[in-house]
């Protein structure tokens, strides 16, 4: 059964990115709880696959150097929040929303790419003592010993490469290393696992061609949003295992954006890794209130049915609109309990060499119990509890990770200069 999406927190996936989170919940929440950190989770280097927190650079309102809230500005992820979560890093999005497959798009979207991939770097540099990007799974290392951030770079939609995948070269030498090729609808490349037609059965000609590009260039596949057929065609064609980096199973939750057991067994056993998502609306079925609804309704109605067209301005004018909607009529949340379950259903199918965590901060991730960074000490208590040693947990927070890093980068065949030089 394929659920069809139509919630709030798809709605607003269509602005920032897999999901943007609400703009404003119940007041009475005014600051994340403190979790109690496991000393193992200190000492451990912690990845997230799937940081979509590049999408709020822009916004007047939000600064990386401040701790914000879940409960008031709807946000994940910000320095005080890593340091008080021990996220030491990930890989950060660069998220494209998506236009017409004709050139003069292309070249908007390449352009909007190329100042996302900017602002990613930007950051590092604005926050050197801080931060520090990364280009090869040594570097990890490196700078998780010096007590930096992590940051690295990774591209959710290959939309902006227009039809040139020269442009991947580009991309790579500022830092980028995942590369997912498709989003919500079905693009150049690819047919999405949400899109209602079936353009290709898996993976174009092009897109078959990109996967090829990105094996010569040393980029990590990523076939989170891509259909079942396109992730199978990933894993015929790539020369190396593929991610999902934010993905969950059918097996809990049989939803579009889900994959069904026969698939991760198979991409396990290829070599690949799954990263467990924490989108409330992947994770169970979330029925909205009849008037948060007619509330919604009545918002789209005035904004349109194209979210994904509403210009930077229209689209804050929607996000405070639907801000109101949500103060009124509280959306429905998934819990942290019902995220352990994706997790450890996922862990049992696969087995702990092949998980890792890809919660979709900022892009619409966080449940009730796990609001933001600052709580997913309490990820690492609950495989303390289920029995997990402490070396399956280090594979599962970035082992796993990094070993399909290190086998990609082993396997790059072009004669571009190696990452280290090219920093
Ligand atoms: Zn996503």
Request: charged share 25%.
């Amino acid at each position: 059964m394929i659920q069809k999406i139509t919630t709030a927190a798809i709605v607003g996936a269509l602005i920032t990115g897999c999901g943007s989170p609400p703009d404003s919940v119940d007041g009475s929440e005014t600051a994340s709880p403190q979790v109690e950190e496991p000393s193992l989770h200190k000492s451990l280097l912690v990845l997230d696959s799937h940081l979509d927190t590049p999408a709020l650079f822009h916004r007047d309102t939000y600064s990386f150097a401040e701790r914000g809230s879940f409960a008031i500005d709807g946000t994940n992820v910000d320095l005080p929040r890593i340091r008080a979560g021990g996220l030491d890093g990930g890989f950060w999005v660069i998220f494209t929303r998506q236009g017409p497959l004709d050139e003069a798009s292309y070249i908007d979207a390449r352009t909007s790419a190329l100042l996302r991939q900017m602002s990613i770097r930007e950051l590092a540099a604005r926050y050197s003592s801080e931060v520090e990007l990364a280009f090869n799974a040594d570097d990890a290392d490196r700078i998780h010993e010096a007590g930096k951030v992590v940051v690295f770079q990774s591209m959710e939609n290959a939309y902006p490469l227009g039809e040139d995948l020269s442009l991947l070269e580009t991309f790579y030498v500022g830092g980028l290393r995942m590369l997912g090729p498709v989003h919500f609808s079905n693009n150049q490349f690819a047919d999405s696992s949400t899109d209602s037609v079936v353009l290709y059965e898996g993976l174009s000609p092009l897109g078959e061609a990109l996967v090829r590009e990105a094996n010569r260039l040393g980029i990590m596949l990523d076939a989170s949003h891509a259909s079942d057929a396109a992730l199978i065609d990933m894993m015929r064609v790539s020369t190396t295992p593929i991610i999902l980096s934010h993905s969950g199973p059918d097996g809990v939750y049989d939803h579009a954006r889900n994959v069904p057991d026969e698939l991760l067994i198979e991409l396990a056993e290829s070599g690949g890794v799954v990263h467990v998502n924490a989108f409330g609306g992947y994770l169970e079925e979330l029925q909205q209130s009849p008037e948060l609804k007619a509330a919604m309704d009545s918002l789209n109605a005035e904004f349109g049915s194209d979210l994904t067209a509403l210009s930077p301005e229209r689209a804050e004018e929607y996000r405070t609109a639907r801000g109101k909607v949500f103060e009124e009529h509280p959306p429905p949340r998934s819990t942290f309990e019902k995220y352990l379950e994706h997790l450890f259903y996922v862990l049992d199918l696969v087995g702990p060499d092949h998980v890792g965590i890809g919660a979709d901060w900022d892009g619409g991730g966080g449940v009730d119990g796990m609001e933001d960074v600052a709580a997913i000490p309490k990820v690492t208590a609950a495989l303390i509890d289920a029995g997990y040693t402490e070396d399956d947990i280090e594979k599962i927070w970035s082992g796993n990770l990094l070993r399909l890093m290190r086998e990609v980068e082993a396997a790059r065949t072009t004669t571009l200069a190696s990452p280290a030089i090219v920093r």
